[in-house]
């Protein structure tokens, strides 16, 4: 068996990067295969020193190559951040069409489609992922790579009416059709992009095999949910940064119940409907009021971008009113921090809160949800509300779902999640939990490699 190759935008060149996410997905098979990491060394380098520098750890090597400013600017900031994100989570309005990015996203996968065929032989399997990379799988066909590719998705798919909005819909979709298998989070997802392929480019999908076939080929579509490292995590939850995050967080908010939410700063998590849900359950549950308290762990991102610095100046101002309008000298409702804080005192601060809020309005996955199942005491859990455009609504039915626009739903859920009998706490997240330990990281990469590494599951030109 050959090696396992993985491109993505960011690596685990860090060890101290390899707690979770996608390190946690991949590392294993990266060190039993021996195998390569490419991704963007983080550098901006102009001129003629712009290089890639290579290392090994573990039995894994490392390549990882710079972005000049021009390619930072067109292929990161500007078609993958402002042009795909928007559109794939369902915010056209936000997107930006610059004619030259497109020019600079292609020459990126293009480069780093030359040092992957460069490196990879035969019996290797190539493991593309995420919206940075939506062309690399032909770019690695027109560089001579033959071998067996596949790619993830880690965001939602937009219906095609949406898709259709990005100038090169077509060159991106017959690019995804290179690989071999193309993996979503979500049903969903999956069935936009095949209705895209069906409606407009002339696709046949086999109903019960799951494999399409498209621009000449027959590619297999699958749905593969992300999960999570269940027993890593729920280990950490008795660590000594848990343990000391739970007695800062009791210092603050006292015996109050509390509600936990962390989301990146992002107009995709809304934030904005949750803050304002928050205002709705202090109006319309006034006994409430005093007796929780609402944490809003959201670590920055992106702040150079014009749309994250609008939204870190709304939800100022709206925790700043919440707080002016229902806190007192001895409680504040709303404690929001924009900050990020390591694994390990979250999964404390998780298994404290009787209320787990994971509202986007739209999300590949989100495993908040699942890192808030698994940090729960089996005796005395909390209570997960869902955003239903989440993809993880798809597997955790048995948390409380909602709509993030409902400002006055998203409140009643609240409420309830607060006074729910513990019977039917410990009912609904036994079931949860079954879900999070059956369908885990390591269940999420064997199936995907698994289909990777089937012959059967070819992509032969008809």
């Not at 670590?299 to 100046?313: A, G, I, K």
Request: include cysteine; glycine fraction near 8%; charged fraction near 25%.
């Amino acid at each position: 068996m050959g090696r396992l190759i993985a491109v993505s935008n960011r690596t685990a060149a860090d060890p101290n990067s390899r707690a979770g996410g996608l390190a946690v997905a991949l590392w294993d098979a990266l060190v039993k295969s021996s195998g390569l990491w490419f991704g963007w060394s983080g550098a901006i380098v102009d001129g003629p020193s712009r290089g890639v520098s290579m290392f090994q750890d573990e039995g894994v090597d490392f390549l990882l190559a710079d972005l000049s400013e021009e390619e930072r600017q067109g292929f990161y900031y500007s078609y993958s951040n402002s042009l795909l994100w928007p559109v794939f989570h369902y915010r056209n309005d936000l997107a930006r069409f610059v004619e030259d990015d497109f020019r600079i996203y292609s020459a990126v996968n293009d480069r780093f489609a030359r040092l992957v065929s460069a490196r990879a032989r035969e019996g290797d399997i190539v493991w593309i992922h995420d919206y940075h990379f939506l062309l690399l799988g032909a770019a690695l066909r027109r560089a001579g790579w033959s071998g067996r590719t596949g790619f993830f998705l880690h965001i939602p798919f937009p219906p095609p009416e949406l898709f259709r909005t990005v100038p090169q819909h077509h060159e991106i979709a017959e690019a995804l059709c290179a690989c071999d298998v193309i993996g979503f989070q979500s049903a969903n997802d999956r069935a936009n992009f095949v209705r895209y392929l069906e409606e407009y480019c002339d696709a046949r999908a086999e109903q019960e095999s799951g494999f399409v076939k498209a621009f000449g080929r027959r590619v297999k579509i699958d749905v593969y949910p992300i999960g999570i490292d269940v027993e890593s995590f729920r280990a950490s939850v008795s660590s000594d940064a848990a343990q000391a995050a739970i007695r800062r967080l009791r210092r603050g908010v006292g015996e109050r119940q509390h509600v936990i939410g962390v989301d990146r700063l992002d107009y995709s998590k809304g934030l904005p409907e949750r803050f304002a849900a928050i205002g709705r359950l202090l109006d319309d549950y006034p006994e409430a009021r005093g007796k929780m308290t609402m944490t809003q762990i959201a670590p920055p991102s992106r702040s150079s971008v014009e749309e994250y610095q609008e939204l870190r100046n709304e939800l100022d101002a709206l925790s700043g009113r919440i707080n002016g309008d229902y806190g007192d000298l001895d409680w504040t409702p709303l404690r929001y921090l924009v900050r990020g804080y390591q694994r390990e005192e979250l999964a404390g601060l998780y298994s404290v809160s009787r209320v787990g809020l994971v509202t986007p309005l739209r999300d590949g996955m989100n495993l908040v949800a699942k890192e808030y199942v698994a940090a729960q005491d089996p005796d005395d859990p909390g209570v997960l509300i869902l955003s239903e455009f989440a993809g993880a609504a798809e597997q955790l039915s048995e948390a409380l779902l909602v709509n993030p626009y409902d400002s006055a739903g998203l409140a009643a859920a609240i409420n309830a999640a607060l006074h729910m009998p513990l019977d039917e706490r410990r009912a609904r997240w036994k079931r949860l939990f079954e879900t999070v330990r059956q369908y885990d990281i390591a269940w999420w990469r064997e199936k995907f490699l698994a289909d990777l590494r089937d012959g059967d599951a070819a992509g032969p030109r008809d």
